[in-house]
């Protein structure tokens, strides 16, 4: 880098941890509309917010993230109806993972396309929680952020994120079926191998499968557990791209130590 790439530049100052909060903490306010209207099939541009119980418009000072909330008391400015601790809660996670990226990966490329791959992951777990879907407008445009990011320098490369969209689809296969005979349950929608391949895409093949295995033991795990203390067939209450998600935003963090960690075991 001799100082012509401006996005670079841009990123490259001592305030970029704290830049990065309030760039997360702003993208987070965006990734509630989308979780809010995209199973809806409405725009996320516009119109502007509005209170779903009296339909007031929010205006922008009713509006700024997590501030807000607090300054209203987690209520409605005109009617005075609760607001949903989800808004914040959405808010501030991804704040604190932005603020977490810009520290692990510091002023970089990379760390600007796993905030992308992060707010995607959390928005897509919070919609398959709700609604058990996992919308393809989030879904295909990050297999190809993902890949495209893979050709700048430095891990995963093209060829592992490459592999790794493509193994999503052989990993859904095996999750597919290793939930089907745990469960009794087919707990896999299409939706789900296209996550895999965005994970794949942004992660590449080795932290893809890491991600895969982490989320089907959890979901095994969560599952057996809902099932020990409340009872029930066995029916699957949390989706498993919610598990994906999770595992996907866990992995981003520590998966290069992990599979160095694993690597390692392989060559003794
Ligand atoms: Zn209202």
């Given at each position: 880098m001799n100082g012509s790439?401006?996005?670079?530049e841009a990123i490259d100052s001592p305030l970029w941890p704290a830049v990065a909060l309030a760039l997360g903490?702003?993208?987070?306010?965006?990734?509630?509309?989308c979780i809010h209207r995209l199973p809806l099939r409405q725009s996320v541009v516009k119109p502007r917010s509005r209170c779903p119980h009296c339909g007031a418009a929010i205006s922008a000072w009713?509006?700024?993230?997590?501030?807000?909330?607090?300054?209203?008391?987690?209520?409605?400015?005109?009617?005075?109806?609760g607001i949903s601790i989800r808004y914040p809660l959405v808010e501030a996670t991804n704040?604190?993972?932005?603020?977490?990226?810009?520290?692990?990966?510091?002023?970089?490329?990379?760390?600007?396309?796993?905030?992308?791959?992060?707010?995607?992951?959390?928005?897509l777990s919070l919609i398959d929680l709700e609604h058990r879907i996992l919308p393809n407008v989030?879904?295909?445009?990050?297999?190809?952020?993902?890949?495209?990011?893979?050709?700048?320098?430095?891990?995963p490369g093209p060829l592992s994120a490459a592999i790794g969209a493509a193994g999503g689809y052989l990993a859904f296969w095996a999750v597919?079926?290793?939930?089907?005979?745990?469960?009794?349950?087919?707990?896999?929608?299409?939706?789900?191998?296209k996550m895999t391949a965005?994970?794949?895409?942004?992660?590449?093949?080795?932290?893809?499968?890491?991600?895969?295995?982490?989320?089907?033991?959890?979901?095994?795990?969560?599952?057996l557990a809902l099932i020990a203390f409340w009872g029930g067939s066995g029916k699957s209450k949390i989706p498993l791209?919610?598990?994906?998600?999770?595992?996907?935003?866990?992995?981003?963090?520590?998966?290069?130590?992990?599979?160095?960690?694993?690597?390692g075991l392989l060559h003794g």
């Open positions: 790439f401006s996005l670079q903490l702003i993208v987070g306010s965006f990734a509630n509309v009713d509006n700024v993230p997590l501030l807000s909330y607090v300054v209203l008391g987690g209520r409605c400015r005109h009617c005075r109806a704040g604190a993972l932005y603020l977490g990226l810009a520290v692990q990966y510091g002023a970089s490329v990379r760390a600007l396309a796993l905030m992308a791959f992060v707010t995607a992951l959390l928005i989030i879904t295909l445009p990050g297999i190809a952020v993902g890949l495209a990011a893979s050709l700048r320098p430095g891990p597919a079926e290793a939930y089907r005979r745990t469960r009794g349950v087919e707990g896999l929608g299409q939706g789900d191998w965005m994970i794949g895409a942004f992660l590449g093949w080795d932290q893809m499968l890491l991600t895969v295995f982490i989320a089907s033991v959890a979901g095994t795990l969560v599952g791209g919610t598990f994906l998600g999770l595992a996907g935003i866990a992995v981003t963090f520590v998966g290069e130590p992990v599979t160095a960690w694993y690597r």
